[in-house]
């Protein structure tokens, strides 16, 4: 296995025909859409990641491009109950198959179980890492438990109560009323 710090831009066939397998630890910092995800903290995070590269058969017996991938790390988000920050483990275990164009991906999208890449010979294994990652987080970020009591009323109890105004139709029919 060969050990890389930041995930390469590499020939998918290449890869494929010399087994390649893949390894490294880079930093949060190194991916610019994680640093956004988690407003510039944790950069210092480790991001862990492999990769492996090999022919397989596909559902029809046809020789095709395989990708193993696997990542996990930890980002410090906000927790949407408390609002205090929160570490998100992301761990991801996916395997890809590549086809040779965007249409064919197209068109054998739906009835494939697997997900599909198109093959090419500057494929940038870092982008594929980090939109992942992304995909992984989850939609609401919150503690199991929080640390600190969730407020979970909208007002103060405190809160002064608005007196109720008279209706400005009621005041028109007592003028209306009143013959003097």
């Known amino acids: 296995m060969i050990e890389h ?17 893949l390894s490294g630890h880079d930093l949060l910092s190194n991916f610019e859409r994680l640093v956004l995800e988690t407003q510039g903290q944790g950069g210092e995070n480790p991001l862990n990641w492999s990769a492996k590269f090999e022919f397989r058969s596909d559902h029809a017996g046809a020789e095709s491009v395989w990708l193993d991938l696997k990542t996990d790390t930890c980002l410090p988000l906000v927790c ?13 275990d996916r ?9 064919v991906a197209l068109a054998q999208d739906d ?23 992304l995909m992984d987080l989850p939609l609401v970020p919150r503690h199991q438990t ?15 109560v608005v ?6 139709f009621a005041l028109l029919a007592q003028l209306k009323s009143d013959p003097s």
Do not use: W, Y
């Open 95 to 103: 395997c890809f198959r590549f086809v040779e164009t965007e249409a």
């Open 163 to 168: 007196t109720e105004k008279p209706n400005p």
């Open 111 to 133: 009835e494939s179980e697997e997900d599909l890449l198109v093959i090419g010979r500057e494929f940038d294994l870092g982008a594929l890492i980090e939109d992942e990652v």
């Open 146 to 160: 929080c640390p600190v009591k969730v407020k979970l009323t909208a007002a103060d109890a405190d809160f002064e």
């Open 80 to 92: 949407q109950r408390c609002m205090t920050p929160v570490d998100v483990v992301v761990s991801v």
């Open 5 to 21: 710090k930041h995930p390469p831009t590499l020939d998918v066939k290449h890869a494929a025909h010399a087994s390649l397998q």
